[in-house]
């Protein structure tokens, strides 16, 4: 699409008609379009964009009531009208916006917006606003947001697309490529999930709530298995507890109905039972104490039988009443006896005590002994380890040694790289001043040269051969310099100018030499990096060295302790050697003791056997242990005998009384016995108590079949809203599950991966592409030195990623971030990564081309050498088959731009514009 020609009436800062006939500006090329802050420069550029798609180019301007010119009443009529070509053929669309016109009564209406668009063929106009926009977008190929994004490089979008975060460049590449459309599905997709998860969640607590009525079942199992959703556990249990249930629900319906028919038995039998019982129970009382009597009479008829029994007694406690005071001088010759056998073992106990102690304290000897031979059988080896962290520990040394050179070399390679960028920067400099005075040179000299062919002219005649070129006609002869340059200055200049460029060979080779030398000490460098620590190149190397020695300062540190350690032990070794010697002298001593004294006490022993023979041989002979003992047992005889005597006359009184009360208690209980003739006694208690027992049964288990009965209806219920819940929840968290993967992996949220969403990762591929079209730009700006590159590897996995930007430097082989470019290669930079995203979003809209574009920069806030290198990458331009626009009010462009449009601002009438 190229513009032809572009009329504006009333439209923003014009208020009459301007008609700018747009083809006179060529096919290719650039142009400038120039005039006061705020003429309406950009104004052009947006009553493009309005003709075609109905808004404006920029988004300030999206109002139509800003479309309207405030310089012009409202009788004049806004309008636009644009004729273009597209694919060799030429359209026609005008337009106007919603504006406020005068009505014939007086006052104002508002007239709706309209639009007309004109056919190189026999086709009839279209007229409706959105139909026309439909028909331009199939027209042209591309939307309104890809014809700005296209057609107008805007102010203030240079550094803001290049310095862009990836967050910021991702709304950028939104708006131009429409990827919302992935993030929405990615925001769908966190919502879906969302949803999804507590659906889970709140089919889970109705699981675990209704679970946790279920009756009779493990609450701690049937918790567990809810919180692993274990359901076919739960209802197997549930089930388990309702068969169990059923099976005593039916065993005690059973059991309840043969109790009440036993009920109503018992109870007709109890009321014969309750008189026999009365009867029953005084002769019971009767029994029970004619037992009494039969107990005392016959304790007595057997005390009476032992009169003589008592008598016999009696006469033979007397013996040995007598026989026993006899024996009472053995006692104390006995206790002599055992005086001597008690003196005897405490001595043999001293001796014990004495062989223990040395005994022990033969042991700690023993002891100490083995525990220094230990000593110095572990030290036999302590040379060997002392050797070998001697080793050690001059490995570290060397390893350090290198470390230190390293370290000496990364610090001169940084000297020679701050050297070769100095030289480099001189040399630019030297060029510089070269460059200007060279040109200078050239312009003297062309006016020297020009003056001299006007003073040789001067002297030639019609007719008379002239000396340079032999003609004899001279029609147009030079013309002298007004300002001629003098020879000698001439001269003065040259020999300036060539030691200029002696200077700039000089720096140039000083550039060449620091440049081979910084390669090669590179090369030897990255070597080392590698032999050293197997790093692959030396850039950002100093932290590691330093963590490394840090590493082994610790390493030495620790061999250091462990050969203090080491040579402790020896020390600790020679010393244990010379105690041995004494150590085994004691130890022999102290076993010359203990066998002495275990001589003694066998002695002892032999003695105290033979008194302790001659005590039991003496106590053999005694009846009691003790003298004391025997004359209280002579006592005890002596009261004996007196007791007995009174036995004997007490016995005969009390049996004759017991005899009679006997035969009276014997002869009632037989006349009461004739009524219970057939009665059993038990019968009555075993009745009642049969009778209490099953009334109290059939009770209990009234209230046990109901409980079970509640039991089995609730887990019945429970189990069917289990199985039921637990379908719908497994559906649910199935469903979850597949959309939580599909989430985390369009959000760029998969564990261990870089944060890269569906959105950013299509847009990378986009700035992939505008990258490498971006980049024939640049390499050509910039002699090949720079070329643009997408970062690889995010800087962390934490944050989202994938559209960083870094610039490769060609020159010294190393790549940077753009935000370290001057501010004439970031023009040349940005302008490149524009254009890049104009060719790429020409391409991704199906192949389409612009034929014109607008670039609207701020070059006033660039220095001269900034300035210089945006002109001349603007300029560059004109090489391509675009026909660019240059909107800017910069002096030095207007000198080095043939071809303008000039737009010149009247406060009172509004702005005007025409094509230079």
């Known amino acids: 699409m190229r513009p032809l020609k572009l009329t504006m009436n009333a439209y923003g800062p014009y208020a009459s008609t301007v008609t700018l006939n747009m083809s006179e500006l060529g096919e290719k090329g650039i142009y400038l379009i120039t005039g006061d802050t705020g003429s309406g420069k950009t104004t052009i550029f947006d009553a493009i964009c309005y003709a075609l798609y109905g808004e404006a180019g920029s988004d300030r301007r999206s109002?139509?009531?800003?479309?309207?010119?405030?310089?012009?009443?409202?009788?004049?009529?806004?309008?636009?009208?644009?004729?273009?070509?597209?694919?060799?053929?030429?359209?026609?669309?005008?337009?106007?916006?919603?504006?406020?016109?005068?009505?014939?009564?007086?006052?104002?209406?508002?007239?709706?917006?309209?639009?007309?668009?004109?056919?190189?063929?026999?086709?009839?106009?279209?007229?409706?606003?959105?139909?026309?926009?439909?028909?331009?977008?199939?027209?042209?190929?591309?939307?309104?947001?890809?014809?700005v994004s296209i057609?107008?490089?805007?102010?203030?979008?240079?550094?803001?697309?290049?310095?862009?975060?990836?967050?910021?460049?991702?709304?950028?590449?939104?708006?131009?490529?429409?990827?919302?459309?992935?993030?929405?599905?990615?925001?769908?997709?966190?919502?879906?999930?969302?949803?999804?998860?507590?659906?889970c969640k709140r089919l889970l607590a109705v699981v675990s709530q209704q679970v946790s009525t279920a009756v009779g079942v493990d609450s701690d199992a049937i918790s567990r298995a809810a919180l692993i959703e274990d359901f076919d556990t739960i209802c197997r249990m549930i089930s388990d507890s309702i068969s169990l249930d059923n099976e005593e629900y039916n065993k005690l319906s059973s059991q309840q109905k043969e109790y009440k028919?036993?009920?109503?038995?018992?109870?007709?039998?109890?009321?014969?039972?309750?008189?026999?019982?009365?009867?029953?129970?005084?002769?019971?009382?009767?029994?029970?104490?004619?037992?009494?009597?039969?107990?005392?009479?016959?304790?007595?008829?057997?005390?009476?039988?032992?009169?003589?029994?008592?008598?016999?007694?009696?006469?033979?406690?007397?013996?040995?009443?007598?026989?026993?005071?006899?024996?009472?001088?053995?006692?104390?010759?006995?206790?002599?006896?055992?005086?001597?056998?008690?003196?005897?073992?405490?001595?043999?106990?001293?001796?014990?005590?004495?062989?223990?102690?040395?005994?022990?304290?033969?042991?700690?000897?023993?002891?100490?002994?083995?525990?220094v031979r230990q000593i110095i059988s572990d030290g036999e080896g302590l040379m060997a380890e002392i050797a070998e962290l001697e080793a050690s520990e001059d490995k570290l040394n060397q390893r350090k040694k290198q470390l230190s050179e390293l370290k000496q070399?990364?610090?001169?390679?940084?000297?020679?790289?701050?050297?070769?960028?100095?030289?480099?920067?001189?040399?630019?400099?030297?060029?510089?001043?070269?460059?200007?005075?060279?040109?200078?040179?050239?312009?003297?000299?062309?006016?020297?040269?020009?003056?001299?062919?006007?003073?040789?002219?001067?002297?030639?005649?019609?007719?008379?051969?002239?000396?340079?070129?032999?003609?004899?006609?001279?029609?147009?002869p030079a013309q002298r310099v007004e300002e001629s340059v003098d020879e000698a200055v001439l001269n003065q200049k040259t020999a300036q100018v060539k030691r200029l460029e002696q200077q700039r060979s000089k720096s140039a080779q000083n550039a060449n030499s620091l440049n081979g030398s910084f390669k090669e000490l590179y090369s030897q460098a990255k070597n080392t990096c590698f032999e050293v620590l197997?790093?692959?190149?030396?850039?950002?190397?100093?932290?590691?060295?330093?963590?490394?020695?840090?590493?082994?300062?610790?390493?030495?540190?620790?061999?250091?302790?462990?050969?203090?350690?080491?040579?402790?032990?020896?020390?600790?070794?020679?010393?244990?050697?010379?105690?041995?010697?004494?150590?085994?002298?004691?130890?022999?001593?102290?076993?010359?003791?203990i066998s002495e004294c275990e001589n003694e006490i066998a002695k002892g022993n032999g003695e105290l056997c033979a008194l302790t023979l001659r005590i039991k041989?003496?106590?053999?002979?005694?009846?009691?242990?003790?003298?004391?003992?025997?004359?209280?047992?002579?006592?005890?005889?002596?009261?004996?005998?007196?007791?007995?005597?009174?036995?004997?006359?007490?016995?005969?009184?009390?049996?004759?009384?017991?005899?009679?009360?006997?035969?009276?208690?014997?002869?009632?209980i037989e006349s009461l016995c004739e009524h219970l003739k057939g009665y059993n006694s038990d019968d009555f208690e075993k009745l009642n108590a049969e009778h209490e027992r099953v009334n109290e049964y059939i009770a209990e288990t009234q209230k046990i079949i109901q409980t079970v009965s509640e039991r089995i209806n609730i887990n019945s219920r429970v189990r069917e809203q289990v199985v039921g819940m637990a379908d719908e929840l497994k559906?649910?968290?199935?469903?979850?599950?597949?959309?939580?993967?599909?989430?985390?992996?369009?959000?760029?949220?998969?564990?261990?991966?870089?944060k890269v969403s569906l959105e950013a990762y299509v847009q990378a591929r986009y700035f992939d592409r505008i990258i490498r079209r971006a980049n024939v730009h640049l390499m050509a700006m910039t002699n090949g030195q720079y070329e643009l590159k997408r970062s690889s590897e995010a800087a962390n996995k934490r944050s989202q990623t994938g559209l960083e930007l870094d610039v490769t430097d060609h020159y010294i082989g190393s790549d940077r971030s753009v935000r370290s470019l001057s501010g004439g290669e970031s023009f040349k930079a940005s302008?490149?990564?524009?254009?890049?995203?104009?060719?790429?979003?020409?391409?991704?809209?199906?192949?389409?081309?612009?034929?014109?574009?607008?670039?609207?920069?701020?070059?006033?806030?660039?220095?001269?050498?900034?300035?210089?290198?945006?002109?001349?990458?603007?300029?560059?331009?004109?090489?391509?088959?675009?026909?660019?626009?240059?909107?800017?009010?910069?002096?030095?462009?207007?000198?080095?731009?043939d071809r303008k449009i000039a737009v010149k601002k009247d406060l009172s009438n509004g702005s005007n514009a025409w094509i230079v």
């Open 409 to 476: 070399l990364v610090s001169r390679l940084n000297a020679l790289y701050s050297a070769l960028k100095s030289a480099q920067k001189e040399f630019i400099s030297a060029d510089a001043e070269y460059s200007k005075e060279n040109s200078l040179l050239e312009e003297m000299t062309r006016t020297y040269l020009s003056d001299r062919a006007g003073l040789l002219a001067a002297t030639l005649k019609d007719g008379v051969p002239c000396p340079v070129c032999g003609a004899t006609s001279h029609p147009s």
């Open 261 to 371: 028919d036993k009920y109503r038995d018992i109870a007709a039998k109890l009321g014969a039972q309750q008189e026999l019982n009365r009867i029953d129970c005084e002769v019971k009382k009767r029994k029970a104490l004619l037992v009494q009597k039969e107990q005392q009479l016959n304790k007595l008829t057997s005390e009476l039988g032992k009169i003589d029994e008592y008598s016999s007694l009696q006469s033979e406690i007397l013996k040995k009443r007598l026989t026993l005071e006899n024996s009472l001088s053995l006692y104390d010759e006995h206790d002599k006896l055992s005086v001597s056998a008690d003196a005897k073992k405490k001595l043999i106990s001293t001796a014990q005590n004495s062989l223990a102690q040395m005994k022990s304290e033969c042991d700690k000897k023993q002891k100490e002994a083995d525990r």
């Open 534 to 593: 197997g790093a692959s190149k030396p850039e950002g190397i100093s932290p590691i060295i330093v963590r490394e020695e840090h590493k082994l300062e610790q390493e030495s540190a620790q061999v250091k302790r462990e050969l203090v350690i080491a040579e402790k032990k020896i020390k600790e070794r020679e010393e244990k050697l010379a105690m041995l010697p004494s150590l085994e002298g004691d130890i022999k001593k102290l076993t010359e003791k």
């Open 731 to 754: 559906t649910a968290e199935n469903q979850a599950a597949a959309v939580k993967s599909l989430s985390d992996t369009a959000n760029g949220c998969l564990s261990g991966k870089e």
């Open 617 to 668: 041989e003496s106590a053999e002979k005694l009846t009691f242990d003790t003298k004391a003992k025997a004359l209280a047992h002579i006592e005890q005889l002596q009261r004996d005998e007196k007791t007995l005597a009174g036995k004997i006359d007490s016995i005969s009184s009390e049996h004759a009384k017991c005899n009679e009360e006997y035969s009276a208690l014997k002869s009632s």
């Open 831 to 897: 302008l490149a990564l524009a254009l890049g995203l104009s060719d790429e979003v020409m391409s991704s809209a199906g192949g389409v081309s612009l034929d014109c574009m607008f670039v609207d920069e701020g070059f006033g806030s660039l220095d001269e050498k900034s300035l210089q290198s945006a002109m001349d990458a603007l300029i560059s331009l004109g090489n391509s088959n675009r026909l660019v626009g240059i909107i800017s009010h910069v002096e030095a462009l207007k000198e080095r731009i």
């Open 151 to 199: 057609a107008m490089i805007a102010q203030g979008d240079f550094l803001r697309l290049l310095l862009a975060s990836t967050q910021e460049r991702s709304a950028i590449f939104r708006k131009i490529f429409s990827t919302n459309i992935y993030q929405d599905f990615q925001e769908n997709l966190k919502r879906l999930y969302s949803e999804k998860s507590s659906e």
């Open 63 to 147: 109002d139509a009531s800003m479309l309207v010119s405030k310089y012009s009443d409202h009788s004049e009529k806004t309008y636009v009208e644009l004729t273009f070509s597209c694919r060799q053929k030429v359209y026609t669309v005008r337009r106007c916006p919603e504006q406020l016109r005068p009505k014939r009564g007086g006052g104002y209406t508002t007239a709706p917006a309209e639009a007309e668009l004109y056919f190189p063929d026999d086709r009839p106009p279209i007229t409706k606003s959105r139909e026309v926009t439909k028909e331009i977008e199939s027209i042209v190929g591309i939307d309104r947001n890809q014809f």
